[in-house]
């Protein structure tokens, strides 16, 4: 009987990551979750029972990257599915903002994104496949455009979605497919004010909504792979 294929998600907070989580082991993935502290996860990994294995990383720290992915390869085999959902993000005007919030911002939404994806290229490539994997990377609208009082969110978002363009180029050709996904649009449960039940049913993503695009981009054929999607109620304007 093969073995499950193992997923891995970097940023499984409350909102998108979990859903993510729920969404690769209901489709009998073995899934890895990650955050800086592990013990948030303990309530998602008690709900998803033996699929779900947590870790502890802190996604600017190479060395810390290297060691998740080290031993997700060893407990539970190399990935072939590959989320990068962490991010940081300081509301300030630009006069306000220090140096440390500035590059706090940009290691864990851009650094973060390139280590990330550059040790599971490292270990999808030795994979004996012709598909050998999906990495995706989480956008925002403010991958697209800066906003007003938003440069500490669009700075890392920009770089991250430049990162994922020269990834994909790079290594769609050797087998990884490589997207992005622009999430336009406020995910429900991730902050305060953004649940369903204050903004109304349509007015936020469903976080299992996004969960799925992101499974359905893991199951596209080697012959019509998406790079970039964008995602939005329908209420949004753009």
């Given at each position: ?205 469903d976080p299992a909504a996004i969960a799925e695009t992101y499974y359905q981009l893991h199951l596209q054929p080697r012959s019509a792979w998406s790079f970039e999607v964008d995602l939005r109620p329908y209420v949004e304007k753009f």
């Open positions: 009987m093969p073995r499950p294929e193992v997923a891995i998600v970097i940023g499984a907070g409350p909102g998108l990551g979990s859903a993510l989580a729920r969404r690769f082991a209901r489709a009998g993935m073995q899934v890895a979750v990650a955050r800086r502290n592990a013990d948030k996860l303990a309530t998602l990994t008690r709900e998803l029972g033996g699929n779900a294995h947590a870790y502890a990383c802190d996604a600017t720290d190479e060395s810390a990257v290297r060691q998740l992915f080290a031993s997700v390869a060893a407990n539970l085999g190399v990935p072939t599915l590959a989320v990068f959902n962490a991010g940081a993000f300081v509301r300030k005007g630009v006069l306000d903002t220090s140096v440390e919030e500035f590059e706090r911002c940009w290691r864990v939404a851009c650094l973060g994104g390139f280590l990330v994806g550059r040790e599971a290229a490292r270990a999808m490539l030795a994979r004996n496949a012709e598909h050998k994997g999906t990495l995706i990377f989480t956008g925002a609208t403010a991958s697209l455009r800066g906003g007003a009082q938003f440069h500490n969110l669009a700075v890392g978002k920009f770089g991250l979605r430049a990162l994922a363009q020269s990834m994909a180029r790079e290594f769609q050709p050797q087998g990884i497919h490589v997207a992005h996904v622009v999430i336009d649009g406020q995910i429900a449960g991730e902050r305060a004010g953004h649940s369903i039940a204050e903004r109304g049913k349509n007015a936020v993503i």
